[in-house]
């Protein structure tokens, strides 16, 4: 946004927080001759960017010619020549983006009265038979809002990108980024960090050209490649290639008014090699480094894989050996069972037989008419007696 936009903006957000912030007041002055004073108030009030006193200056300018002008058309009491309700907007915008703080003011009041004119009007057309209604709604950049609260809420929006412009304008272009270079396995690694100034980098862009030594000519530079900047430094690699022996490079940081000075590779700017010796012999290290730590994880891998192995004979091992242990215990508990059932059976054999031998029975001997028993381990009836059958 260049400078007459946002004067423009400015001062466009200047009047209109003053008619947001004018809904909040209600202040009449009881004297008519006081009402010519306001307009100055107000002017001086915007110049100075005092957004509450210009408020309260508007609405006690409006309440005053309310009072003292009530029935007049606002298009009768213009000082302004050509001033109409279907006009009053643009020419607002005309003044305050040329300055004109004070017709500005005085044009913002004029149409916010058309609009509240033009809102009694509808809501007195509507109302039907509802008896002293009325609407006081807010008109904001050339818009009329029955509801106060709507031309609030965009007017915030509006601010936010106001705001944003702001914070997004700039006097000049950044300063020129420092460029520290190093060399790896793949090339030259260039580390951008932008200038701290006060002009904020919004991105750093690099651009390069390879010379070919088969064709002894420089190739075309590379489109510029943008690296977004969020307040560290920004690594950019330049790869090795066999068809090229040297690389040039040209750093810049950009905003929102353009590109710093450049930054290239030397003040000759004439390239710097792409397959010294350094870079070759980088490349080898790290080629070595990486043969050796490739040796070295097989040479680990084998040994865990050694140690693995070992470890799961040994549980197979241990496995077995208690499973045998196992096996032996259960057939030694199984001859031990069959043992004690054998021994149990013996003995309850015995203690059958023992009981059979230690029992006494009894029997019936007659002798005519003479009855007698006996009991005896093996009972026998007196001599002259029979047993009963």
Known sequence: MDNEGMKRLKLSFLVIAALLFGQLIAIQPSNAADCSLYKGLIADALTKGDIAAA???????????????????TSNVSPYPGITCANAYIQFVDAASSGDVSKAAFLFDFDKSCQRAAASSSSGSSAGSTSGSSSSGCNYNGKYYPNCADATAQYQLDLAAYNQALANQCKGVPEVPEVDLSINELGILLRITPSLSDEKTKEVQVTTSMYSPSLKAWGSWSSWVSLQYSGLSIPYQISYSDL??????????????????????NSEHNGISLTNSAILDVAAKVAAEKAAAAEKAAADAKTAADKLAAEAKAASEKAAAEAKVAADKA???????????????????AKAKALAMTKKTTITCVKGKLIKKVTALKPVCPKGYKKKP
């Open 244 to 265: 090229s022996s040297k690389v040039a490079y040209a750093v810049v940081s950009v905003n929102s008014c353009g590109a710093s000075a450049q930054v290239r590779e």
């Open 55 to 73: 408020a309260k200056y508007i609405d006690q300018q409006q309440s005053c010619d309310a009072a003292n002008a009530a029935g007049k058309s």
């Open 331 to 349: 057939a030694s508990d199984l001859v031990i069972a069959n043992a004690n059932a054998e021994a149990a059976k013996i003995i309850s054999a």
